[in-house]
C-alpha cells in the first residue's frame, strides 16, 4: 500500500516508553505472546491489542531516541517507523503501514 504524504505521515514516528498497538500493527509487525522482544515487556489487552513498555529504571533516558528503542525497532521491522537520517520535508526511505479496515463490525 502506498500513501502519498510528507514526514512522519508515513510511518510511526518512534517507540515511547509505552506505546500502544492496535489490531492492525500488532499484525503487521507480527507481534504474538511468543514475541521475545529486547528491553522490554508486552501486555495484551483487548480488541487484539498489545501494550509495549520499555523497560528501564530512569525513563526520563528514553525522551531521546536511544539505543534500547533502536534494538526493539529493528527486532519488529524498522520500515514501519521513522528513519532519522531521511528528510521529512522530502522523504526519501521506503515505509510501511498496515492496511485498515474501516468497516464498521
Given at each position: 500500500?502506498?500513501?502519498?504524504?510528507?514526514?512522519?505521515?508515513?510511518?510511526?514516528?518512534?517507540?515511547?516508553?509505552?506505546?500502544?498497538?492496535?489490531?492492525?500493527?500488532?499484525?503487521?509487525?507480527?507481534?504474538?505472546?511468543?514475541?521475545?522482544?529486547?528491553?522490554?515487556?508486552?501486555?495484551?489487552?483487548?480488541?487484539?491489542?498489545?501494550?509495549l513498555?520499555?523497560?528501564?529504571?530512569?525513563?526520563?533516558?528514553?525522551?531521546?531516541?536511544?539505543?534500547?528503542?533502536?534494538?526493539?525497532?529493528?527486532?519488529?521491522d524498522?520500515?514501519?517507523?521513522?528513519?532519522?537520517?531521511?528528510?521529512?520535508?522530502?522523504?526519501?526511505?521506503?515505509?510501511?503501514?498496515?492496511?485498515?479496515?474501516?468497516?464498521?463490525?
Open positions: 500500500m502506498e500513501i502519498e504524504a510528507r514526514g512522519h505521515r508515513l510511518c510511526l514516528p518512534r517507540i515511547h516508553w509505552y506505546t500502544y498497538f492496535g489490531k492492525e500493527y500488532k499484525e503487521a509487525l507480527s507481534i504474538t505472546r511468543g514475541n521475545s522482544l529486547p528491553n522490554c515487556e508486552l501486555t495484551f489487552g483487548e480488541n487484539d491489542s498489545v501494550l513498555r520499555i523497560i528501564e529504571d530512569n525513563p526520563a533516558l528514553l525522551i531521546r531516541p536511544n539505543n534500547k528503542e533502536n534494538l526493539i525497532i529493528n527486532s519488529l524498522k520500515e514501519y517507523f521513522w528513519n532519522e537520517e531521511d528528510d521529512w520535508r522530502n522523504p526519501n526511505f521506503k515505509y510501511k503501514m498496515p492496511d485498515y479496515n474501516f468497516e464498521q463490525e
